[in-house]
């Protein structure tokens, strides 16, 4: 069983900055990708970021130049700093891991709201 612990989410003014962890913990053998989803009201699950083992990283266009996923290898842990925070960034966001196997499982998700 694989088990992804997300942190960090909470309310922050347009233009601030948050930070959101993701540690992933269990048994399973490795990790094919990390990335970050989120969910808005009455929208579809999107993906935000994603990093690979590889070491390549995608964003969703209308976060690029604000966030940055990145990842700490030896803890199974992956970030996603977000900055100059927009309204429309409020979502629940949604930690994924993908294993070898191809296998894929989502954190419980953390509330992120920005106010204008």
């Known amino acids: 069983q694989v088990q992804l612990e997300e942190s960090g989410g909470g309310l922050v003014q347009a233009g601030g900055s948050l930070r959101l962890s993701c540690a992933a913990s269990g048994r399973y053998f490795s990790i094919n990708a990390m990335a970050w989803y989120r969910q808005a009201p009455g929208k579809q699950r999107e993906l935000v970021a994603r990093t690979t083992s590889g070491g390549s990283t995608n964003y969703a266009d209308s976060v690029k130049g604000r966030f940055t996923i990145s990842r700490h290898n030896a803890e199974n842990t992956v970030y996603l700093q977000m900055n100059s925070l927009k309204p429309e960034d409020t979502a629940v966001y949604y930690c994924?891991?993908?294993?070898?196997?191809?296998?894929?499982?989502w954190g419980q998700g953390t509330q992120v709201t920005v106010s204008s």
């Open positions: 994924n891991l993908i294993v070898r196997s191809g296998t894929w499982y």
